[in-house]
């Protein structure tokens, strides 16, 4: 079981920046893929970037060039910094861990969720 918890959103004006954090917590053997996902009310969820234990990452469009995920291993935490950010990022944001945990599963979790909205 891995549970994950979300910080950072919030409001900021257009062109700011902000800084997402879900850091992972349970019986985790090993992390895989760290993803950040965000969906709007009435829209479907899509990817906004991944990156994978080796560091290989990923950026849907819309993001790349302003969105940058990182993340730390040593504290299985994952981050996005959102820089330049625009009225068409608001949305609420959620983190996704593949997990190897110690029933020998391997499962994907999901953050609760942390809105972010950007005024223009």
């Known amino acids: 079981q891995v549970q994950l918890v979300e910080s950072g959103g919030g409001l900021v004006q257009a062109g700011g920046s902000l800084r997402l954090t879900c850091a992972a917590s349970?019986?985790?053997?090993?992390?895989?893929?760290l993803s950040w996902y965000r969906q709007a009310p009435g829209k479907q969820r899509e990817l906004v970037a991944a990156i994978t234990s080796g560091g290989t990452t990923n950026y849907a469009d819309s993001v790349k060039g302003r969105f940058i995920i990182s993340r730390d291993n040593a504290e299985n935490t994952v981050y996005l910094q959102m820089n330049n950010l625009k009225p068409e990022d608001t949305t609420v944001y959620y983190c996704n861990c593949n997990a190897w945990t110690g029933d020998n599963r391997v499962a994907d979790y999901w953050g609760q969720g942390t809105q972010v909205t950007v005024s223009s």
């Open positions: 349970g019986n985790i053997l090993q992390i895989y893929t």
